[in-house]
């Protein structure tokens, strides 16, 4: 089992940048593909990021291609999300979230982090 932990949330202005980590606890972290995913207020739940158990492959949602970089550190059993040039449109709740799958990408992750609020002023 893993457990995950979202942090580096906050209120920011448009055009900002923001750093979200996760932190995994256990010692098969890099067994796990991990992703990001947000949900806006009265939306649904939506992918934003994959990287592979490796950290050699990323995906990204077109919405934030080119703004937004997953990375991970398996040394450290951490994931983290560096959002820049930020927009309103960003804001909503993230969370990370681990799949064992290997052919998972945007759905059939096994865990799921707390959350973390974005809120992007403009």
């Known amino acids: 089992q893993v457990q995950l932990i979202e942090s580096g949330g906050g209120l920011v202005q448009a055009g900002d940048s923001l750093r979200l980590s996760c932190a995994a606890s256990?010692?098969?972290?890099?067994?796990?593909?991990m992703g990001w995913f947000r949900q806006a207020p009265g939306k649904e739940r939506e992918f934003v990021a994959y990287?592979?158990?490796?950290?050699?492959?990323?995906i990204y949602a077109a919405s934030v291609k080119g703004r937004f970089t997953i990375s991970r550190d398996n040394t450290k059993n951490t994931l983290a999300l560096q959002m820049n040039s930020l927009k309103p449109e960003d804001t909503a709740v993230y969370y990370c979230?681990?799949?064992?799958?290997?052919?998972?990408?945007?759905?059939?992750?096994?865990?799921w982090g707390q959350g973390t609020q974005v809120t992007v002023s403009s």
């Open positions: 256990g010692r098969t972290f890099s067994t796990y593909a």
């Open positions: 979230a681990a799949v064992r799958s290997s052919t998972s990408v945007t759905n059939g992750y096994d865990y």
């Open positions: 990287i592979s158990r490796s950290g050699v492959s990323t």
